[in-house]
């Protein structure tokens, strides 16, 4: 008599589980660029008086949306 299965072994779903994990990390990052572009285009069209009246320099923009990332 022959027993089967259907369990992964542990080591193996901490393998899938982690490539998963990834994927999502992924998909949240690509998301998060994706929504900071669209802040730095709004930024963009801004006049020099408006975003000076935010305290942003032209020239900072990217610096500004990211600040939470890098410190410039």
Known sequence: MAIQSTEFAPSLRARVDAIFA?????????ADRRS??????ALEALSDK???DMGIARDRIVHYVFRDMVWL
């Open 22 to 30: 990834r994927i999502g990390q992924g998909m949240t990052n690509y």
């Open 36 to 41: 900071r572009r669209r802040e730095i285009e």
């Open 50 to 52: 408006e975003l000076a």
